[in-house]
């Protein structure tokens, strides 16, 4: 699947990505199309084979603070002010424990037979820990560390970071004296030199080999960061940052991790759509972990778990990775979401295509479903950059439509991008009409 990788239709932000058994599984909170709030009052679970990431199942609503059409909330403390904010679930003995964030109350601990639940009530967290630091029992964030030894650790916090021992016979039981508050700090020191590498929030923890991880989102929101200890307890050392949803796209929060699928890494994290950061698509890029630990930067693509996109498939235009210029992607209906808000001077972009060999033709025809909006104006459409090369342009005319032309034919793996002009007119002090919706874009597809 391309990014984002679920159905298009589902806004799960703050996915964080188990392996259990033969599937992978992603716990998230669940936004709605244009929303003007974070979340609402459930939490999902998607999962696909391990051997097949095409094939996403999904096992609904596993766990509530507010009674649904079909199920009573699974919480008695709760009303319509309880949100529920970025879960984690772990296993441990045999048993799935989800750990969830309830806006405006104590968070709690929920236990499954299976990963993808249903989840019933445990317990509350329970604590003795200064309410300063854990805000009131909320534990912001919770990430979930079971260890090798069997000792589990849970990380905590927006604005500021701290982390605690659980106790393991209950999974719930904060034990006393083990909080260490600022695991990653919000001041500079010497293990944390760059300022964007200071916490804000979304802890997820992770072991990889001997070296601890707390994937988070740093100071610069828009990004996921990374820093390592070889003890669960720290201290962390900040290594740099593996993902940011805001470069050319318009970025908000993230909160996302990595997971380790047929030998492959990968980072999920989340994109924003609908011209609001409430409104969020889970993503997922391949990354590499290096034999020092470091996780080189990636960038954005619409790749998702695929290693090339086909040009020559109906690709649809709300996958773009890259919208400059005031573009985004907005959801009509359950069934149509398109890239709008195209003005003078936009960038859409995609990356890659692969063309595959020469095929003997100096041209390919290039078709796109355009939605009018009563302006002229060209579409020029450039590989490897918005600077590339230009291999050819199409008028857009007033009522838009299926529009189809020719350009110039290529090979291999190319990334795709349009850019958009007008001579549309000017109004009488010569300013332009820049802030017009030229059109709007559904899907387009190269034709051999």
């Not at 459930?42 to 696909?48: E, N, Q, R, T």
């Not at 590498?197 to 001997?210: I, N």
């Not at 669960?232 to 990595?258: A, L």
Request: glycine letters at 10%; a negative charge.
């Amino acid at each position: 699947m391309p990014n984002p990788y679920l159905p298009f239709w589902e806004y799960i932000p703050d996915g964080e990505p188990r392996v259990f058994g033969d599937r992978i599984y992603v716990y998230g909170s669940h936004d709605n199309a244009g929303s003007v709030k974070f979340c609402d009052f459930v939490l999902k679970c998607w999962s696909a084979p391990l051997d097949d990431l095409n094939n996403w199942v999904c096992h609904g609503d596993i766990f509530r603070t507010l009674a649904t059409e079909d199920y009573p909330a699974d919480t008695d403390w709760t009303d319509n002010s309880n949100y529920l904010y970025a879960p984690d679930v772990v296993e441990k003995d045999g048993k799935y424990y989800l750990y969830a964030y309830i806006i405006n109350s104590v968070g709690c601990v929920a236990v499954s037979d299976k990963p993808e639940g249903p989840f019933k009530l445990l317990s509350k967290y329970k604590y003795t820990i200064p309410d300063e630091i854990c805000c009131n029992g909320w534990f912001i964030d919770p990430g979930v560390l079971v260890d090798d030894d069997g000792r589990t650790y849970i990380y905590c916090g927006f604005e500021r970071s701290f982390m605690a021992e659980i106790n393991s016979e209950n999974m719930y039981e904060v034990l006393d004296g083990t909080c260490i508050e600022h695991i990653i700090p919000i001041q500079k020191n010497e293990s944390f030199p760059d300022e964007d590498g200071l916490f804000f929030e979304a802890c997820s923890p992770r072991k990889v080999g001997d070296t601890y991880y707390l994937i988070y989102s740093p100071k610069r929101g828009s990004r996921l960061a990374y820093a390592t200890s070889d003890k669960p307890v720290g201290p962390f050392t900040y290594r740099g940052y593996i993902v940011d949803n805001g470069v050319d796209y318009p970025g908000g929060n993230d909160h996302g991790s990595i997971a380790q699928i047929n030998g492959q890494w990968y980072i999920f994290y989340h994109r924003m759509t609908n011209g609001t950061i409430m409104s969020r698509r889970g993503c997922v890029e391949k990354i590499n972990i290096l034999p020092d630990g470091t996780i080189p930067p990636v960038e954005m693509t619409s790749l998702g778990f695929e290693d090339s996109l086909n040009p020559y498939r109906i690709t649809l235009a709300e996958i773009a990775c890259v919208l400059k210029g005031g573009a985004i992607v907005s959801e009509k209906n359950v069934f149509e979401r398109v890239v709008t808000n195209i003005f003078e001077e936009c960038v859409i972009g995609y990356k890659y295509f692969d063309f595959g060999q020469d095929f003997g033709s100096k041209t390919m025809e290039f078709s796109a479903d355009i939605i009018g909006t009563g302006c002229d104006s060209i579409l020029h459409i450039f590989i490897d950059g918005e600077n590339g090369e230009e291999i050819g342009s199409m008028e857009i005319g007033r009522n838009g439509g299926i529009l189809t032309g020719r350009v110039k034919a290529v090979t291999g793996r190319h990334s795709i991008f349009f850019k958009i002009s007008t001579e549309y007119p000017h109004d009488w002090s010569g300013e332009s009409f820049r802030k017009r919706c030229l059109f709007e874009m559904r899907s387009f597809v190269f034709m051999k």
